[in-house]
């Protein structure tokens, strides 16, 4: 925003390209490295917990590490997800831009960043759904093996409840 600003008040010039990589950042590469870099503390932190409970089955992990490192998803499903709405988002709109592109005579480099494109589109599609159905599976074995260790008093469970990004389903947190 401070770019486009900076540009429309004539006070520093930005080009277009500029303008288009900083928003390009800010919408997919910040929320993806933010999710993973979270999936990352997550996971690390469930693997010291599960660790310690192999040394010391009795002590159970306070309320706020069993909340913040072992909820009832695995801390990859986010990732997961994100990949597979970022893949369809963008096999859609290539998809639908790759024709016209085609049919309007667009020069050959616009015609190969289009297909590069949808071929990256598709292809992190094919890797998110199988990454899902793996995180899934991780997840009811991790919610296995905690409640084989330790007991949940009733608030812990109720937050624990709550998925990561929201309603389970997907469905709007409104709904």
């Known amino acids: 925003m401070a770019s486009v600003a900076a540009d429309a008040s004539g006070w520093v010039p930005v080009p277009r390209a ?14 993806v490295a933010w999710v993973g870099v979270r999936a990352v503390w997550v996971l690390r932190g469930r693997a010291e917990l599960f660790a310690a409970a192999g040394g010391h089955p009795r002590r159970r992990p306070t309320d706020l590490q069993l909340v913040n490192h072992l909820g ?22 290539l998809g639908v831009a790759f024709p016209f592109a085609l049919a309007g005579g667009a020069t050959a480099l616009t015609n190969v960043l289009l297909g590069a494109g949808l071929a990256a589109s598709l292809a992190a599609l094919a890797l998110a759904v199988p990454g899902i159905r793996r995180a899934d599976v991780q997840g009811a074995e991790d919610r296995r093996r905690r409640t084989e260790l330790w007991s949940l008093p009733n608030a812990v469970e109720r937050r624990l409840a709550v998925p990561f ?6 469905a709007h947190l409104g709904t």
């Open 72 to 93: 009832n998803e695995h801390p990859l499903t986010p990732l997961w997800w994100m990949v597979a709405v970022l893949g369809g988002l963008g096999t859609l709109c």
């Open 18 to 31: 500029v303008q288009a990589a900083l928003v390009l950042v800010t919408l997919f590469v910040l929320p």
């Open 165 to 170: 990004l929201g309603a389970g389903d997907g």
